[in-house]
């Protein structure tokens, strides 16, 4: 462990600025205020260091914090370059956590910054997308051997993690966080549907009632992008690659059909895949004069900008967050925050509330992982008692009161 406090950031003197969003959010996280205050005095955390990932914005900060409160050194840098908040990284440096990160920093500068965090020698790993957890099984293999543990919150990350797994190349226990059902069932459907929506809205200003979405891919994250796309009064077409899902796309009321019969539908085309090359040449060919790229899945791959690139004629910044394509037929294509996640790179992320669960769960894993040293390589689920007791502190702390069985209830449901 490195005992220096060094940190890269773009100005510290945004930090008033930056106090105030973490504020904000900190009054509307109500399970991870009470982590805070239950643990901070036994300090277990104290004598690690900490090593986040993640959308460098209020909500995270706030986690960072409880995590510091918790005893432990916290070196942070972002997981996507257009989602870092100059201002309330000044305000983490404020409070003696290390960041390293500036927005719209280069790939490059993106990289070296990652190399910054695992410079200051880390215990832990939070990480979101799986580039740290990468990072130490490529260039940095011989320091993942003095990982205890981490865990991950992203779809995307958590395959990563199998692949290497997979092939017995993981080195240390990763904490499946995105599978934990206080995750999935409400960050996933609920945070990605609202965020999302509250971006496009945003940068675009434009109307969704009466249009037609075309959303591609129905995994928890799809199921609340296409909810909420239904509840704004648009149309929504479904695109699947896996049957069982396009099943439930149907019976969810929505169309479901090939993206290349769906192209010349779509006003707005949301990726929310995980995966690389979703929308293509093919289906840019066939889309109609205005039609709105964003992507919600996770790195800027979805969306092929090689093939946007190759096939328009002009292509011009109209707005902030918004670049305009030409096509050789004169068709102009919208493409939202670079194709990165467009409610980061043109929003704020999920709501407070939402992430709240989501954080508690990741600061509970750290701390598990600690006490339980002996979790070998692998990737494992969040334990079950962990999940449950996030969802308990959330309802206490809405004053909600929910029934329980009583012993011969529980019998009869334990008995055969």
Not at 46 to 51: R, S
Not at 188 to 205: E, L
Request: aromatic letters at 6%.
């Amino acid at each position: 462990m490195s005992s220096a406090f060094s940190y890269h950031i773009k100005d510290i003197s945004l930090a008033p600025e930056g106090e105030k969003k973490i504020e904000w959010v900190k009054a509307h996280m109500p399970v991870l205020n009470r982590l805070k205050k239950i643990f901070e005095d036994d300090k277990p955390l104290k004598g690690y260091t900490v090593a986040m990932c993640l959308h460098l914005e209020a909500k995270t900060a706030f986690l960072a914090r409880v995590i510091h409160s918790w005893g432990a050194k916290v070196v942070m840098c972002a997981s996507n370059p257009l989602s870092t908040q100059d201002d309330v990284v000044a305000a983490l440096v404020k409070k003696g956590i290390s960041v390293f990160a500036i927005r719209g920093s280069s790939e490059q500068d993106y990289i070296n910054y990652l190399h910054m965090v695992l410079d200051q020698e880390p215990d832990l790993l939070i990480d979101d997308g799986g580039d740290l957890t990468a990072l130490l099984h490529g260039d940095r293999l011989e320091q993942a051997e003095r990982i205890i543990g981490g865990c991950e919150e992203t779809t995307t990350g958590i395959r990563r993690l199998c692949a290497l797994e997979k092939e017995g190349l993981l080195k240390f226990p990763m904490i499946a966080v995105n599978n934990a059902q206080c995750k999935y069932l409400f960050d996933n459907r609920y945070g990605t549907g609202q965020s999302v929506w509250d971006a496009i809205n945003s940068v675009t200003n434009l109307i969704v009632a009466g249009k037609t979405v075309v959303v591609i891919g129905y995994g928890w994250c799809g199921k609340g992008v296409a909810l909420r796309a239904k509840g704004l009064g648009a149309r929504v077409i479904v695109c699947e690659v896996d049957p069982i899902r396009a099943n439930e796309a149907l019976m969810d009321g929505y169309e479901v059909m090939k993206l290349s019969d769906a192209a010349p539908k779509g006003d707005y085309f949301i990726t929310v895949t995980g995966n690389i090359g979703v929308i293509r040449e093919e289906h840019y060919k066939k889309m109609k004069n205005g039609a709105i790229l964003a992507n919600a899945g996770h790195f800027d791959v979805e969306i092929d900008k090689n093939d946007l690139d190759k096939i328009s004629v002009s292509k011009r910044i109209v707005k902030e967050g918004i670049e305009e394509y030409t096509l050789a037929n004169g068709n102009k294509i919208y493409l939202l925050g670079e194709g990165r996640l467009v409610n980061l790179a043109c929003g704020n992320g999920h709501p407070a509330e939402i992430m709240d669960m989501s954080f508690a769960l990741q600061a509970m894993s750290i701390k598990f992982l600690v006490e339980n040293k002996k979790i070998g390589p692998g990737v494992h689920p969040v334990p079950y008692e962990i999940d449950r007791e996030v969802a308990k502190i959330r309802l206490q702390a809405l004053g909600i009161e929910i029934d329980t069985m009583d012993r011969k209830q529980k019998d009869y449901m334990e008995s055969w």
